[in-house]
């Protein structure tokens, strides 16, 4: 197994290597606005340190969100191209799935990634690996009160939610736990099984590549111009 994963559904840009036992390479650069630019070098930079090669992959998978459109959609669609380029699957998992992951969290908490417009994207969990609900988008202060949180939306309005209720845990989906938590999906289920699971829509964390958006995208098509009477 040869795990290439990446997401571009926040600001970060981040990509990892993972053999199914662990991590071989992971970078990750912060920018919200160079998703398309940067992502490729950072594929070509992990690929690099971890010293194999494109053609060894033998599974592509990307942060499905939810995310502002032009970010995620970079991620999406690099990953159905590697992927049919390659000949092999390509898988999503919800961006804020690899957050909680990456928290190492055993305890019930909320997972929030900024959605801008003032509101964010939000889950909830009951552990590292269990969504029980989500992904939604609201106001920060509309998020239940009982509940600690990890994520950067989280961070950014803490005066809203309350400084107490922040833990230390990583504020993006790095790449390195997005690898890890699908490499121990697949290596759950035979291959033949991961690709009938996933594309039932029935498996609890992999899933089609495809975006979750919960909104529309900020971008409108242009309405008619008025009419200026003479």
């Avoid at 600001?11 to 919200?32: I, K």
């Avoid at 690929?47 to 194999?52: H, K, M, N, Y």
């Amino acid at each position: 197994m040869l795990v290439l994963a990446f997401d571009t559904a926040t600001p970060a840009v981040t990509a990892a290597l993972h053999d199914g036992e662990r991590v071989l390479a992971e970078a990750t650069t912060v920018d919200a606005r160079r998703h398309g630019e940067l992502l490729v070098p950072t594929i070509e930079t992990v690929l690099r340190e971890a010293g194999v090669a494109l053609a060894d992959v033998t599974t592509v998978v990307a942060g499905t969100g939810p995310g502002p459109y032009t970010g995620l959609r970079v991620g999406l669609v690099t990953a159905q191209a590697l992927a049919a380029s390659l000949g092999v699957p390509a898988y999503g998992v919800c961006t804020l799935d690899a957050v909680a992951y990456g928290s190492g969290l055993a305890e019930p908490f909320l997972v929030a990634t900024d959605a801008r417009r003032k509101e964010v994207f939000w889950g909830h969990y009951e552990d590292r690996r269990t969504r029980l609900s989500g992904p939604s988008v609201d106001k920060p202060q509309d998020l239940p009160q009982d509940l600690p949180l990890v994520g950067a939306g989280a961070r950014m309005y803490a005066e809203v939610v309350g400084a107490s209720r922040l833990l230390d845990a990583p504020e993006y989906p790095f790449a390195g736990a997005l690898a890890a938590l699908a490499a121990e999906q697949l290596g759950q289920l035979g291959e033949q099984d991961v690709r009938e699971v996933v594309e039932s829509g029935t498996h609890p964390v992999l899933s089609l590549p495809h975006p979750i958006y919960l909104r529309r995208p900020d971008a409108q098509v242009p309405s008619a111009p008025k009419k200026v009477s003479t």
